[in-house]
């Protein structure tokens, strides 16, 4: 149990860590290129452990539905995830993310029809009120920074592709399904930065070594710690580990020299409570979409 335990956590610290790892990354790298330059490395350390495992990876029986979660979950995510990540900070990002189990309820209610429980309704507005707190920085002369409205776009983009994915995952294995969709997101994320000509140029190391470790640490080694806690404790014990993606941007940047500022930990606390509560009361009445 401890076991497992510390490896859900790691997977959340790792997630965490890639907000503070892309503003290495975006500064050098165009957003196009820094998401297909990840998922290219994702994707091929999946397919290898998909080969070693033994789970076939079927391309020409799934690819529709590979491709189109590859595109929204992949593709359209990233770009908006490194875009943002260029004029935001990784605090601000990970705490937007944060709201994203609320944002996908809501979505799920409203485009499948799901039915959203009394604590779920009451705690979308506290957890909104904590994005609000954060991204407009409790002033006077408040504006929304273009680095927090991408990211907002971000967490709608995921959001949408976790209600995609309950009606078009292919009834595979988790490892074959991860393979396939971050495949084709990598060749989307390719083909679209040939498309718009994104400029090539050689990065430093530094910008190469966050992008590598975001790739295997923090997306095909995140899942699959993941994953194993999921089929262990279950996925409703599982996902309060998801609460330490922000604590762990939060605790980096501090020990970067950049520690939160009050309005940012106001914030946070809003989100996390909002973010939590249906966990501790997850037998609440339910309220129709």
Partial sequence: ?????????????????????????VHEIHPLLAGAGRFVLAALVMLAVAGL???????????????????????GFNLLFFMGMASTSAVNGSLIMATNPLVTSALAALFLGERLGRVQVMAMPVALAGVGVVVLGGGAGLHLAMGDAAMIGANLSWALYNVLARRLMPAESGVSNTAGIMSMGALVMAAGGLMVGAPVQMPSSQALGALAFMAVGGSALAYLLWNAGISRLGAARTSVFLNLVPVSTM???????????????????????????????????????
């Fill in 1 to 25: 149990m401890r076991n497992t335990m510390f490896m859900v956590a790691l997977a959340a610290i790792l997630w965490g860590a890639n907000f503070n790892l892309s503003q290495l990354v």
């Fill in 251 to 289: 605790s980096i940047a501090a020990l970067a020299g950049h520690p939160p500022g009050a309005t940012q930990l106001a914030g946070a606390f809003l989100v996390l409570a909002a973010v939590s509560a249906p966990l501790w009361w997850p037998k609440s009445r339910v309220v129709t979409a």
């Fill in 53 to 75: 495992w033994r789970h076939k990876v079927p391309f020409r029986k799934h690819w529709r539905a590979y491709f189109l979660l590859g595109l929204v979950g992949i593709g």
